[in-house]
């Protein structure tokens, strides 16, 4: 690819951010999903949300396994490396990079297939594990790229275009999520957009794990009368329970919303998450309670959303194992090569 | 009364030993110490572990080969046989070669029927159990003991220098002082014995040599390890399976002590347990396309499940390093034992056209060397690279030489561009192959701000990395693929001749043999056992796939070629004709010499299977032609 000398003239209507970039900056290639898919609105979020973060648009690793939204990360930071791996196993190619250089955004993109199905394993095992990234998974109910196949993440009873019902219970991947020890949970809707680039926003500058399911309607395959994760469907029966927003050190954040109580989480760099409660009976804090609220209220067929769970001063792999600061990637002979004294004695204890 | 012995039926540093026990009695660190005494004495020695896949319980068995001569691959039969496992005597009275001794404890029931069992062999009861009920009250010290009782009377018997096993006592219970003195008690124990009531030695000797020189006794994963922390390996991830285990576990202990800031404490290498192999190569993956030097550790089945990566990562470019420690077989039991059996899986490994890079360490001191190399091959040619090691080189002590560094070395990272190099380039085309080698220039995340990201996916992209599906571009791909290819034989390590048959016959010979990996501690005796019939084989050790052009050349030059190896299907045999073929490898001149029963090859296994071959040619053409109509 030929570097071509970025135009000087910015269009006025573009705002520059705290680094001087704007939105475009942040963007990647031209998208070939389906025309309304709602993985390119979650791709949308993300440029947003790291645009108005501020963030050095080549400091990400952007990761995910094989499906449509598997394609996606080639859509936004196109100023960053990107891997489109192998079918359910991002989180694994996730870990290792993120070993390799800690100081990068990790942001891993999967598929409902690609992190309840043949992934769920690895999925399960990197929440554990405690990958300090945001994994975001576009869940549209379905095997977008194989045409329309039932995925675990399908409502039983739902149905299939040709209008045959899903006989299998559904793997919710947040209660999962939860359940192993994430810190931080949310579910959103690729539809909402305000409330997409908050949690987005949060989950990137979250010290350790993040996760978010968005539900991202597939207008080809699961997007009919009779589908639970539709455009219509969640229009009627999303139920935000926390929004979320970031707001950097010492910035005092102008807050758009009417009413509701808010609550300041303090993060380790002396940032904060501002968490809007809507609904008094919901609490963040509170694993069980969650998992709980998230069961009840499914069982009226509503889908709750928001910031779920939220955690903040938890170790993360880097800690747990003990790393060193600087990036194992940069690391050179003087640093790994234990050298020829210790060798001497490495032999001599063979002796 | 025996007939006493003579004194040039005495042999020295020339037997084979069998210790039976029983799984997780203690036994394995008094066998242990038993060869370590014999290496100190300076006398070349290999123990074998041959061991179930079980914890506590079931048999196992410790053969220690010495042999003043260096000969140390396995050999059939036992000169002296320690039978301490009850439900496996028959089968080690068996075992020993006529005139053989075997070692037992007199106090149990079984020691009759043993007795009767053979009168070709000498009886050896030592009242073990007994000797120990009135020195020790603990009952599970009393069990411990048992294996240094008879480690005194077998020093007593064999002329074991006592000094030197008490030495090895002192080392090993360095810190846990209180056990030194029973250790030493229990050796008495056992030496006065033999003394006072066992009489004369035995035939077989242990004198002090100078045959060990500066060599070292170690394994081949532990080996592997410390290769992978000079080599600058930083991440590694793996799942516990045998016989690679040892091998994580090595490199966690060294990269503690070896790779600790001293100030923080903090240490400059992650090793994770992943959930499976699948994952294991996925985080090596991932660390090797961002930067870090990695790998993982694992054995037949843990490569069968990173086919897929493995495939992924030959086409995506991205460096790997994947030790394959191979055993026999899928499941367990077996699986315990050696084989050389994923030759044709690893260099394969994958769909879609694939051929993986692959190193075949023979000693430890090689797979210290190939695994520190291993790195660089990967990171130069942006490939995984696969060293197949196995059971009998990772899990038993070898005599090595001892380990060598150049304090000049500086790791081959390859062609990764820095932000400097990027800003004085007009264009980055990361699959272009600009130097003609095939290998094209990698950029890592985050090295620069707009010059240099691009999008890795395993095909449909062309040599700037967009995306496409045009047949031109991917073939065009494939073909640089190749070329790379030949460009590791180049860089792989040249495969090791040995024309001492040439050199004997003044002439040039026409028959050779080639071989591999573990098989070198048989082969250079079972090439003297030839040569004492008459049969003068050059050898070609193979040392790596792709195949250089000496390997090409060795083939050429000789009508007859015996390819040693084990498994049951020839597989570096296929490969050869499979790689070779349009360079003349025919299948008719390459005959396989087979062994694959789980237990390391045999100089003698070699030696019978190439005479008989002959032998069998010269009937052949000695048979007078009987013409057939049809
Ligand atoms: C090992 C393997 N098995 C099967 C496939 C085929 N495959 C490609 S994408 C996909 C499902 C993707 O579903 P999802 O992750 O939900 O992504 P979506 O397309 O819906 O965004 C499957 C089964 C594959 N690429 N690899
Ligand atoms: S098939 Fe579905 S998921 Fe894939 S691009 Fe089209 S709408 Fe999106
Ligand atoms: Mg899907």
């Known amino acids: 690819m030929t570097f071509v000398a970025k135009p000087t003239a910015r269009h006025p209507s573009l705002k520059i951010n705290e680094i001087g970039l704007t939105r475009r900056d942040y963007e990647g290639s031209v998208s070939t999903l389906c025309a309304g898919c709602g993985h390119d609105s979650v791709s949308a979020a993300i440029v947003s949300a790291c645009a108005e973060l501020g963030l050095p648009?080549?400091?990400?690793?952007?990761?995910?396994?094989?499906?449509?939204?598997?394609?996606?990360?080639?859509?936004?930071?196109?100023?960053?490396?990107?891997?489109?791996?192998?079918h359910g196993r991002m989180p694994s190619v996730a870990t290792g990079a993120s070993l390799a250089n800690k100081e990068l955004y990790c942001l891993g993109i999967s598929g409902d297939g690609d992190s309840a199905s043949i992934g769920f394993g690895q999925f399960a095992h990197i929440v554990r594990r405690r990958i300090n990234m945001l994994y975001i998974v576009d869940n549209?109910?379905?095997?977008?790229?194989?045409k329309g196949q039932f995925s675990a993440t399908n409502d039983l009873g739902s149905t299939s275009k040709r209008g045959v019902p899903n006989l299998y219970e559904p793997i919710d991947l947040v209660s999962m999520a939860m359940q192993i020890g994430a810190t931080f949970v949310a579910r959103s809707f690729s539809g909402d957009k305000?409330?997409?680039?908050?949690?987005?926003?949060?989950?990137?500058?979250?010290?350790?794990?993040?996760?978010?399911?968005?539900?991202?309607?597939?207008?080809?395959?699961?997007?009919?009368?009779?589908?639970?994760?539709?455009?219509?469907?969640?229009?009627?029966?999303?139920?935000?329970?926390?929004?979320?927003?970031?707001?950097?050190?010492?910035?005092?954040?102008q807050i758009d919303y009417a009413a509701g109580e808010t609550e300041d989480v303090t993060m380790p760099d002396g940032a904060h998450l501002r968490l809007r409660k809507l609904h008094s009976d919901y609490d963040p804090h509170d694993r069980l309670h969650a998992i709980n609220y998230l069961g009840e209220r499914g069982r009226e067929g509503e889908v709750v959303t928001g910031l779920l769970y939220v955690k903040s001063d938890t170790e993360n792999t880097h800690d747990i194992l003990n790393l060193v600061d600087t990036p194992l990637n940069s690391l050179d002979e003087e640093d790994l090569c234990p050298g020829l004294d210790a060798l001497e004695s490495i032999n001599q204890s063979f002796r | 009364m025996k007939p006493a012995i003579k004194p040039k039926d005495i042999i020295y540093n020339d037997f084979v030993i069998r210790f039976a026990n029983v799984n997780g009695s203690g036994s394995a660190s008094a066998n242990g110490m038993f060869a370590h005494a014999i290496f100190r004495m300076g006398v070349p020695v290999t123990g074998r572990n041959i061991f179930p896949s079980n914890i506590q319980g079931l048999p196992t068995w410790f053969e220690v080969r010495v042999n003043e001569r260096g000969h140390l691959g396995r050999r059939d039969g036992a000169d002296i046989v320690v039978a301490m496992n009850a439900e496996t005597y028959?089968?080690?009275?068996?075992?020993?070669?006529?005139?053989?001794?075997?070692?037992?404890?007199?106090?149990?029931?079984?020691?009759?029927?043993?007795?009767?069992?053979?009168?070709?062999?000498?009886?050896?009861g030592i009242p073990i159990a007994n000797l120990l009920v009135h020195e020790f009250a603990d009952a599970k010290q009393r069990a411990l003991f048992k294996n240094i009782v008879y480690l005194g009377a077998l020093a007593e018997l064999l002329e074991i220098d006592m000094d030197v096993l008490?030495?090895?006592?002192?080392?090993?219970?360095?810190?846990?002082?209180?056990?030194?003195?029973?250790?030493?008690?229990?050796?008495?124990?056992?030496?006065?014995?033999?003394?006072?009531?066992?009489?004369?030695?035995?035939?077989?000797?242990?004198?002090?040599?100078?045959?060990?020189?500066?060599?070292?006794?170690?394994?081949?994963?532990?080996?592997?390890?410390?290769?992978?922390?000079?080599?600058?390996?930083?991440?590694?991830?793996?799942?516990?399976?045998?016989?690679?285990?040892?091998?994580?576990?090595?490199?966690?202990?060294?990269a503690a002590q070896h790779r600790k800031d001293?100030?923080?404490?903090?240490?400059?290498?992650?090793?994770?347990?992943?959930?499976?192999?699948?994952?294991?190569?996925?985080?090596?993956?991932?660390?090797?396309?961002?930067?870090?030097?990695?790998f993982t550790c694992t054995s037949g089945p843990g490569v069968s499940l990173m086919n897929e990566f493995l495939g992924l990562a030959y086409f995506a470019e991205i460096p790997a390093v994947l030790f394959d420690i191979q055993r026999a077989g899928p499941s367990t039991g077996m699986p315990t034992r050696t084989q050389q059996s994923d030759i044709l899986l690893s260099v394969y490994a994958s769909h879609?056209?694939?051929?993986?890079?692959?190193?075949?360490?023979?000693?430890?001191?090689?797979?210290?060397?190939?695994?520190?190399?291993?790195?660089?091959?990967?990171d130069r040619l942006q490939t995984p690279v696969l060293v197949l090691s196995d059971l009998d080189l990772g899990m038993n002590d070898h005599l090595s030489e001892p380990f060598e560094w150049d304090a000049e070395r500086r790791y081959d990272r390859g062609k990764v561009l820095s932000a400097d190099d990027l800003d004085r380039m007009?264009?980055?085309?990361?699959?272009?192959?600009?130097?003609?080698?095939?290998?094209?220039?990698?950029?890592?995340?985050?090295?620069?701000?707009?010059?240099?990201?691009?999008?890795?996916?395993?095909?449909?992209?062309?040599?700037?990395?967009?995306?496409?599906?045009?047949?031109?571009?991917?073939?065009?791909?494939?073909?640089?693929?190749?070329?790379?290819?030949?460009?590791?034989?180049?860089?792989?390590?040249?495969?090791?001749?040995?024309?001492?048959g040439t050199d004997a016959n003044a002439n040039a010979n026409d028959m050779g043999v080639i071989y591999y990996g573990s098989t070198e501690a048989a082969m250079g005796e079972a090439l003297e056992l030839l040569s004492e019939r008459g049969i003068q084989l050059d050898a070609m050790r193979i040392r790596a796939v792709p195949f250089g052009d000496e390997v090409v050349r060795f083939i050429a030059a000789h009508e007859t070629l015996f390819v040693v190896e084990q498994n049951r299907d020839g597989q570096m045999r296929q490969l050869l004709i499979a790689e070779l073929g349009e360079h003349g490898v025919a299948s008719q001149s390459l005959h396989s010499i087979l062994y694959y029963g789980g237990l390391a090859i045999s100089a003698g296994e070699i030696y019978e299977q190439i005479l008989s071959w002959i032998e069998e040619q010269m009937r052949e053409r000695m048979r007078p032609r009987v013409l057939k109509f049809s």
């Open chain 2, 90 to 124: 028959v089968q080690d009275v068996d075992a020993l070669l006529p005139g053989g001794y075997l070692v037992f404890d007199s106090s149990k029931p079984m020691a009759r029927t043993l007795r009767a069992r053979r009168s070709d062999i000498h009886h050896i």
């Open chain 2, 166 to 254: 008490k030495h090895m006592v002192d080392d090993q219970y360095r810190g846990k002082d209180a056990l030194i003195a029973p250790n030493y008690h229990a050796l008495d124990i056992g030496s006065g014995y033999a003394r006072d009531y066992l009489g004369e030695h035995l035939r077989f000797r242990v004198r002090p040599s100078d045959q060990v020189g500066n060599r070292i006794i170690v394994d081949g994963n532990t080996s592997a390890a410390l290769g992978a922390l000079y080599g600058g390996a930083s991440v590694c991830a793996w799942y516990p399976i045998t016989p690679s285990t040892s091998m994580a576990e090595a490199f966690e202990k060294y």
């Open chain 2, 426 to 500: 007009d264009q980055f085309s990361r699959y272009l192959d600009v130097d003609g080698d095939g290998i094209g220039y990698r950029t890592l995340p985050g090295a620069h701000p707009d010059k240099g990201a691009f999008f890795t996916r395993g095909t449909s992209r062309d040599e700037h990395a967009a995306y496409t599906e045009a047949p031109e571009a991917y073939i065009r791909n494939m073909e640089r693929l190749l070329v790379k290819w030949d460009t590791a034989k180049t860089l792989v390590p040249k495969a090791e001749i040995d024309q001492r």
């Open chain 2, 352 to 378: 879609g056209d694939t051929k993986q890079i692959v190193l075949l360490p023979s000693s430890p001191k090689e797979c210290f060397d190939f695994a520190a190399d291993a790195f660089d091959l990967a």
């Open chain 1, 194 to 253: 305000r409330q997409l680039v908050g949690l987005i926003k949060a989950g990137l500058m979250h010290r350790g794990f993040s996760f978010i399911d968005v539900i991202s309607p597939c207008v080809a395959f699961n997007n009919h009368n009779g589908s639970t994760k539709s455009f219509a469907h969640m229009r009627n029966m999303q139920r935000e329970v926390v929004s979320a927003d970031y707001v950097a050190p010492q910035v005092e954040m």
């Open chain 1, 57 to 86: 648009p080549h400091k990400f690793l952007k990761i995910s396994g094989i499906g449509c939204s598997s394609k996606t990360p080639n859509y936004f930071l196109g100023h960053s490396h990107g891997f489109n791996s192998v």
């Open chain 1, 140 to 146: 549209n109910g379905t095997y977008g790229l194989t």
């Open chain 2, 262 to 294: 001293p100030d923080s404490g903090q240490i400059k290498a992650a090793v994770v347990q992943a959930e499976d192999e699948l994952s294991a190569i996925g985080m090596v993956i991932g660390a090797g396309w961002n930067g870090a030097r990695a």
